[in-house]
């Protein structure tokens, strides 16, 4: 059974920096990109930043971008998420995703989500 | 980025209703659009991917349809579980996925 459980939210100040871990188990760690999305209280889902297999290649939505570093450890099946320079907006649960892939079409997909960790951005 | 728009916003349906849910991207993106559930406290579900691909162990009552900028969800005879918040979320940018702002589908 795929599991994925996210650790280290909690409460920070603004411009305060925050890591988040997501421990993975149940499937070839190695063989997937892996996602955090996060949802804002009451909000919907933002697609916040991805990493490749091989920690070769990442993206991140440009809210992010320069303050957020995504990163992954395939020998301790583990995944991250460096938060720097935390503001207000950052405030939500932070899910630690699996992207899974329909190969003919290239067609990536989340299909297998953890339990989330908060993080609430407030001083 | 590409913007998602979903439609309704939220709705009232009865047990044993046919629901549709409706997403249109700002550009074409075909196949590349899933579907989730989230049902309160609990972390989305996938539902449908490649715009009608049903995920192993949904029920055969949703399914999903549409091609270019517009697509859709639809829920057959609604059951007591399906009263949840569903959205979708294109895949087509590989640098900037997009979800919807999701759709509430609450009990008459």
């Not at chain 1, 699996?98 to 989500?113: F, M, N």
């Not at chain 2, 009608?52 to 900028?69: E, K, M």
């Not at chain 2, 059951?79 to 589908?105: I, M, N, R």
Request: hydrophobic letters at 35%; a neutral charge.
């Amino acid at each position: 059974e795929v599991q994925l459980v996210e650790s280290g939210g909690g409460l920070v100040h603004p411009g305060g920096s925050l890591r988040l871990s997501c421990a993975a188990s149940g499937f070839a760690f190695r063989s997937y990109w892996l996602t955090w999305v996060r949802q804002a209280p009451g909000k919907g889902l933002e697609w916040v930043a991805s990493i490749k297999e091989d920690g070769s290649e990442k993206n991140y939505v440009d809210s992010v971008k320069g303050r957020f570093t995504i990163s992954r450890d395939n020998v301790k099946n583990s995944l991250y998420l460096q938060m720097n320079s935390l503001r207000g907006e950052d405030t939500a649960v932070y899910y630690c995703v699996r992207v899974d892939e329909q190969w003919e079409l290239q067609a990536y997909y989340l299909d297998s989500w953890g339990q989330g960790t908060l993080v609430t951005v407030s001083s | 980025d590409i913007q998602m728009t979903q439609s309704p916003s939220s709705l009232s349906a009865s047990v044993g209703d046919t629901v549709t849910i409706t997403c249109r991207a700002s550009q074409s993106i075909s196949p590349y659009l899933n579907w989730y559930q989230q049902r309160p406290g609990k972390a989305p579900k996938l539902l449908i991917y490649a715009a009608s691909t049903l995920q192993s162990g949904v029920p055969s009552r949703f399914s999903g349809s549409g091609s270019g900028t517009d697509f859709t969800l639809t829920i057959s005879s609604l059951q007591p579980e399906d009263f949840a918040t569903y959205f979708c979320q294109q895949t087509y940018s590989t640098l900037a996925w997009t979800f919807g702002h999701g759709t509430k589908v609450e009990i008459k």
